[in-house]
């Protein structure tokens, strides 16, 4: 035994190992192999995988493999449950939502000690943070499913949720998931990673002592082809996932057109910004809690080092300190600080995209420390003099793998953080409580710690920008998610696009004959009317087939430059809500002085009266006033999480939106979905109604004459479904509306699977002259969530 006296000389820790007698126990009760978890009852073990604890390598349990019928069987259950589920009053869901949290704190010890076997992680963390989190939210929704009536009024909820979740936190996935989708009424099918089930399905067995009711949650384990077959089903009205951008992607395109409901949260490469005013010290804390917090395996690990060029090499000093005394090994003993890495494959994957580092060039840095002789170890490490197109600073690596690169100046910190295709997370550091807002601002981020990192809590929204996903987690934001609006189901757009060839064909744009001044309707970018990229305009005509006018026929070219000039405009999202409402409130004025001419125009291309002519320029007037007046007061919030921390909740503008009309209703339509989406600072690429374009490109003279700055609206005029077709493939899109035919609906959702850009595509008609309030607000925006503490 060694003697005092030589710990006290090396200061070196014993071993502290939690016992984990009771979990081998529970294993060994399921030795036969575990089954999926299906109306209220377990499944007999059947096709079994096995499944292995990463620190030893050995094999700790079997689980059965998914298949469709086993898929089919979990949704039956699931549909069969959902009505009863959602006809009990919001206090009976509360109270099995507060069941279940109480049984997890009941059991945290078992939780943490089963995680940390499963899933190789130290049990310092899923004892402190993991399963702690699990029960915060369950409380936390316990409180929703009770309010949802009062603070949902007018939604419903989506019915059955098949949610595909990830192994670096399979609890607190699990609880992220099904909290938030029990509260609001749902019920769920779940399928945990294959590498880390065994928590999923001990949370299965405490629904029964929960009873909770049969068929409210059916777990389904297996690998990715059950997960596929979950997202597959017809029986599934949701999909929440969690996982790679690559999974995410095959996800968006295999949802698309199904009119399931999809958040997905993914990937990221989140920068964590050290200013040279910053407390090295905390930020030397901040980096080891951002990325050897979970081995890195973190979707928001701050794995990239973005340090003030004056303080790198002293910050690299201390870093290198601290990480000396990182222990390494065994995640059941408490004093162990990085565990094991969950899986040999990703390990393999860890290595290689080190391997590449190490071609580059780069310098790299580890602790001179053994790792344990057998499992899943990597040694913490930090990479310096990294260039942001080094393989290490694009690709997730998902390990302990810190890269630095230095930078100069604030606005080269901002740019650095933002040179990435993800947007999940930021963390910046600085004693400049200014600095550190306008950083928070300028980083496209959904979640932006100052001084801070990996700080959650079930009361704030969790999500990314970009390619890190779409949809919130958690609080108010999250819950949304798990809520639809309660309205009769609604018919299909009526109105058909005709054929742009129709009579008198294909003309070639300005052409001037004579006697006749042409008046072809140009299209509208950058503030200017432009002429098509085609030379062509196509004829629009009246019901009766007349030809009342030409528009320009767009194409790809004429997107391109619109959405080029959409970017060019951003400064609009950073002016006051006051000046945007200013400005639409004079769009509305300018409309309402040109009502005549607009109704006018309304009858001859659609044919409708007179007074229905009016009636709807009378309300697009109507419409305009009312984003003026929502303009700058569709407040975030502030969400109450932890002590000593404001959470600030912010509503940001997409950037850039594509706007594609339906045939119908072709001004009220324009602007009700242009209008909002500018009151909340986003830049437009529309695409008026094809058939019936002229009202929207009569309009272009009206934001000219309304001091909407060059770029904020732009107006491409053409066929819809092969313009919009153009902006889902475009990477410069954020965001995009699409409100025309089905097939155009599941088009758009396949295509913006490339940059995962939000998409809003309906099929259906919209009820136009009520089409309005906060839900296109909300559509039009995303939240950022800016976690500021205070206190000496
Ligand atoms: P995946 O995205 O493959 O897995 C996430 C979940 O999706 C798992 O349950 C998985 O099942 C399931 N799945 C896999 N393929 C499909 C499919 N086609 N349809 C439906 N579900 C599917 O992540 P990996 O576990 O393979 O990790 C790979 C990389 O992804 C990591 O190195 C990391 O970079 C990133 N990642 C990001 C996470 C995040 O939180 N953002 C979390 C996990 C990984 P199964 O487990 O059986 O494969």
């Known amino acids: 035994m060694a003697l005092i006296k030589d710990i006290l000389r090396t200061m070196d820790y014993g071993p502290s190992p939690e016992g984990s007698e009771h979990v081998r126990v529970w294993l060994k009760e399921h030795e036969g192999g575990f089954g999926h978890f299906i109306n209220g009852a377990f499944t ?27 898929i089919d069987a979990a949704v039956a259950s699931a549909r069969k449950a959902q009505a009863k589920w959602a006809a009990l009053s919001g206090f009976e869901r509360s109270k099995n939502l507060y069941a279940l949290a109480r049984h997890v704190q009941k059991r945290e010890r078992f939780l943490s000690v089963l995680e940390t076997i499963d899933n190789g992680k130290p049990i310092r963390e899923s004892r402190d943070i993991d399963i702690p989190l699990v029960a915060r939210h369950f409380y936390h929704h316990a409180g929703w499913a009770s309010l949802i009536d009062s603070e949902f009024p007018g939604t419903k909820p989506v019915g059955v949720c098949g949610q595909i979740i990830p192994w670096n936190f399979p609890l607190l996935m699990l609880a992220w998931k099904i909290a938030p989708a029990l509260a609001g009424g749902n019920t769920v099918v779940l399928k945990p990673a294959e590498y880390t089930p065994l928590t999923a ?12 009711p049969a068929g409210v949650v059916n777990i389904v384990t297996g690998d990715g082809a059950t997960g596929a077959a979950l997202v ?17 992607r095959a996800i968006r395109k295999a949802t698309a057109g199904t009119g399931k409901k999809l958040s997905v949260e993914l990937g990221g490469k989140s920068p964590f910004v050290v200013f040279e005013d910053a407390d090295l010290d905390s930020a030397v804390e901040g980096a080891v809690d951002a990325i050897w917090f979970n081995q890195g395996q973190v979707c928001c690990a701050g794995s990239r080092l ?15 300190a601290r990480m000396a005394n990182l222990r390494v090994g065994d995640p059941l003993d408490k004093s162990t600080d990085v565990g094991a890495i969950v899986a040999p494959a990703q390990l393999e994957r860890i290595q290689r995209l080190i391997g590449e580092g190490e071609k580059e060039g780069l310098e790299f840095w580890r602790a001179d420390d053994l790792l344990p002789d057998r499992g899943c170890f990597y040694p913490p490490t930090l990479v310096t003099g990294v260039e942001p197109a080094s393989v290490l600073a694009r690709e997730e690596i998902f390990g302990p793998v810190l890269v630095a690169t230095t930078f100069r100046t604030p606005d080269e910190a901002v740019a650095l953080a933002n040179n990435t295709r993800y947007g999940l997370a930021a963390s910046v550091w600085t004693e400049n409580i200014s600095r550190a807002l306008e950083a928070a601002a300028r980083i496209k981020a959904g979640v932006v710690w100052i001084n801070s990192t990996n700080m959650f809590d079930a009361a704030s929204g969790f999500g990314g920008y970009r390619e890190s996903g779409f949809g919130r987690e958690g609080g108010r934001e999250g819950l949304t998610e798990y809520r639809i609006a309660d309205e009769p189901k609604r018919k299909p757009n009526s109105a058909k696009p005709a054929p742009l060839s129709a009579s008198p064909g294909l003309v070639p744009a300005g052409e001037i004959e004579h006697g006749y001044l042409d008046r072809t309707a140009k299209l509208y970018i950058g503030g200017k009317q432009a002429r098509p990229d085609s030379g062509y305009s196509y004829a629009v005509v009246d019901p009766a087939g007349r030809e009342v006018g030409l528009a320009g026929l767009g194409n790809r070219k004429d997107v391109r430059n619109a959405v080029e000039a959409a970017a060019k405009a951003s400064s609009w999202g950073a002016a006051t809500a006051h000046n ?85 209703a072709p001004l009220l339509a324009f602007v009700s979905l242009v209008m909002p989406a500018i009151a909340m600072g986003n830049c437009v690429v529309a695409i008026p109604s094809a058939n019936h374009p002229l009202s929207a490109t009569d309009f272009y003279s009206v934001l000219d004459t309304s001091d909407v700055p060059a770029g904020v609206v732009n107006i491409v005029t053409g066929e819809a479904n092969a313009l919009a077709k ?49 839900e296109f607000l909300r559509r039009a925006t ?7 503490p205070y206190g000496e």
């Open 44 to 70: 007999k073990p059947g096709d079994l995988f096995d499944v292995f604890n990463p620190a030893t390598g050995e094999r700790i349990a079997r689980a059965t493999q998914g298949s469709p019928a086993d």
């Open 201 to 212: 399905l001990a949370f299965a067995a405490m629904c029964v002592e929960a009873r909770l």
């Open 232 to 248: 597959a089903h017809g029986g599934v009205d949701k999909i929440a996932f969690t996982g790679s951008t690559e999974v995410g």
């Open 306 to 320: 973005l340090v003030a060029e004056g303080v790198a090499e002293a910050l690299y000093a201390k870093l290198r």
């Open 580 to 664: 945007r409402a200013q400005v639409l409130y004079y769009v509305a004025e300018n409309l309402s002085a040109r009502a005549d001419e607009f109704a006018r125009r309304l009858s001859a291309m659609t044919g409708a009266s007179a007074r229905a002519a009016e009636a709807e320029v009378e309300a697009s007037v109507r419409r305009a006033f009312f984003y003026a007046g929502f303009a700058d007061k569709f407040d975030g919030a502030v969400h109450a999480t932890r002590s000593r921390f404001v959470t600030l909740a912010m509503n940001e503008p997409w950037g850039v939106m594509g706007v594609v009309c339906p045939n119908e």
């Open 726 to 774: 153009t902006l889902a493939e475009h990477d410069g899109v954020d965001a995009l509306w699409y409100l025309g035919d089905a097939a155009g609906a599941a088009q758009v959702e396949a295509l913006s699977a490339g940059n995962l850009k939000a998409t809003w595509a309906s099929g259906s008609a919209l009820d136009w002259p009520k089409a309005e309030g906060r």
């Open 782 to 788: 995303q939240v950022k969530n800016i976690w500021t």
